[in-house]
Nanobody
């Protein structure tokens, strides 16, 4: 059975950088849409970034565009979210999620119901 495990969260000062990882295993299909979501206390879950493992452009929320970079290593089946210029508003639990896809993540990449496998989350805390 496919599952995802996040790691690499932690505390960082505003302006700093952090990279979180997501290890995927148990997949029986070749390509999927991999995404990162986050949820802060009292706030709605937000799609942060998404990438189709078969190639193509990445998608980003406007709040992180230019600061965050999503990537995927097919050899290790790991996804990464490199975060730079971190701000207090980036403080949240970060989740990776995946959903089977045939030709890309699509324009609704930020919709949580597109993904059927979720990790347990990793906490990112940014102090100002």
């Amino acid at each position: 059975q496919a599952h995802l495990v996040e790691s690499g969260g932690g505390s960082v000062q505003a302006g700093g950088s952090l990279t979180i990882s997501c290890a995927a295993s148990g997949y029986t299909y070749s390509h999927y849409c991999m995404a990162w979501f986050r949820q802060a206390p009292g706030k709605e879950r937000e799609g942060v970034a998404a990438l189709y493992t078969g190639g193509g452009v990445a998608f980003y929320a406007s709040s992180v565009k230019g600061r965050f970079t999503i990537s995927h290593d097919a050899a290790t089946e790991k996804a990464y979210l490199q975060m730079t210029g971190l701000q207090a508003d980036d403080t949240a639990m970060y989740y990776c999620a995946s959903g089977r896809a045939w030709n890309g993540c699509g324009m609704n990449w930020y919709a949580g119901n597109q993904y059927n496998i979720w990790g347990q989350g990793t906490q990112v805390t940014v102090s100002s």
